[in-house]
């Protein structure tokens, strides 16, 4: 496995050398030392944690490979491959000068207080990444969706930092990645559809609402606004249903059964079962009026104004 590894990363190597060939060959150093010095001044180092290392009047072929944190690709070939600086309480943005390290395959600034935004080209700045880790910083704004063309991401690290917006759904492009976290940020949304077997409900917790993958399965947006809608239009029309209902059984009731009548009828000793009806009319109104809320009596005042009012005094009365 790990020679397998060792294999594929010589012929990857390989090929990017031959494509660039001699010319870049003779400039690198250069880029690489712009790409340092630039890293160097940009980045807030309170603690002196790699910058008294980062000594550029030093002389000699490679001299920079020395530096803290800064490997190359061999002693022979001075390439900057690898960047480490993580855990050295660094403040700053994302260093912008490093598109200098041509070559730049592995970066790890995990463990600092870095903070703004990831670029959003980041793959034209970094094309070569293989591991990229900006994990346990404050950056913050959206994953750029550039980061789905960075084809050789094996390792993808941006969790515990201050991300918001939807993970870019490219990112299941990504048919290399091995290791792959955003827990512990602002992400919401949909997760991207990965190839790979292992990326799991761990690369997503603590964040605002992300679905889908590994996850509990997104709720379709569009259904989702209409059952809103549909909830809204039910309890309005049960309130109104009850609105109206009460105003015609009080206009039932205070009209076509009028009290004198009422009396006058109990006097003559009518029917029994005619002033039981009556009554349990009146005992089904008031147990439904009891039934509905104060506030879906105000919402039904409100609709059904006059004919409210008859109904509440009959029921309080
Ligand atoms: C940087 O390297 C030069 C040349 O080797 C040396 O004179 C100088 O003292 C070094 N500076 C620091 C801060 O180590
Ligand atoms: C970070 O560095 C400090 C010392 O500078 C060390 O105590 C701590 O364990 C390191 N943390 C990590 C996660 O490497
Ligand atoms: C970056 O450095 C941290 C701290 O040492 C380490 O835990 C992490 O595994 C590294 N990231 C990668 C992708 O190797
Ligand atoms: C992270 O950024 C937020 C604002 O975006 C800021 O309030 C907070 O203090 C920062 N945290 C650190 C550790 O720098
Ligand atoms: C990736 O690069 C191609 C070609 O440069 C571009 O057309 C595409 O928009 C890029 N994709 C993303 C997600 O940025
Ligand atoms: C993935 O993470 C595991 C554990 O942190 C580590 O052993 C492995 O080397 C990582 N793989 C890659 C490709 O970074
Ligand atoms: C993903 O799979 C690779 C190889 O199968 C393994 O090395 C790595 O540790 C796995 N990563 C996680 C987060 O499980
Ligand atoms: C996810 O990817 C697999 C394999 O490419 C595909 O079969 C499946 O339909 C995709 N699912 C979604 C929701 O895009
Ligand atoms: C999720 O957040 C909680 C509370 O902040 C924390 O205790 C837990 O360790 C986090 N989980 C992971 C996997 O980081």
């Known amino acids: 496995m790990a020679l397998k590894n060792i294999i594929i990363i010589f012929l990857f190597r390989t090929f990017i050398w031959s494509l660039l060939g001699v010319f870049t060959l003779s400039n690198g150093g250069d880029s690489d030392i712009s790409c340092l010095k630039s890293i160097k001044e940009s980045l807030k180092d309170p603690f002196n944690r790699f910058k008294s290392s980062w000594n550029f009047s030093e002389i000699g072929e490679g001299f920079y490979c020395r530096f803290n944190g800064v490997e190359c690709w061999n002693s022979v070939e001075s390439k900057v491959v690898s960047i480490q600086l993580y855990n050295k309480s660094l403040k700053g943005q994302f260093p912008q000068g490093i598109e200098n390290c041509k070559f730049l395959e592995d970066l790890n600034l995990s463990f600092n207080k870095l903070s703004g935004a990831i670029p959003s080209d980041i793959s034209t700045r970094l094309p070569y ?23 050789y991401l094996n390792s993808l690290k941006l969790d515990h930092n201050r991300l918001t917006g939807q993970i870019p759904q490219q990112l299941g492009q990504l048919t290399r990645i091995k290791n792959f976290t955003v827990a512990n940020n602002f992400l919401s949304g949909p997760v991207p559809n990965f190839t ?15 679905c889908g ?10 259904r989702k606004s209409d059952e809103t809608s ?32 009422m009396k006058k009828r109990k006097r003559m000793t009518l029917k029994k079962n005619s002033k039981r009806k009556e009554t349990h009319k009146i005992f089904t109104l008031k147990r439904w009026v009891t039934r509905m809320t104060s506030a879906e009596l105000n919402k039904a005042t409100d609709n059904f104004n006059s004919d409210n009012v008859v109904s509440q005094s009959l029921v309080s009365g």
């Open 129 to 151: 990444l293989t591991s990229l880790d900006l994990s346990r910083n404050n950056f913050s704004g959206e994953i750029p969706t550039d980061i789905a063309n960075c084809t």
């Open 213 to 222: 993958g590994p996850l509990e399965p997104c709720k379709e947006l569009g």
């Open 230 to 261: 549909d909830e809204t239009f039910k309890s309005g029309f049960i309130v109104g249903y009850a609105a109206s209902s009460v105003s015609v059984v009080t206009i039932f009731v205070s009209y076509c059964v009028p009290w004198e009548q």
């Open 196 to 210: 790979v077997p292992n990326v799991t409900k761990e690369s997503y917790v603590n964040n605002s609402g992300l």
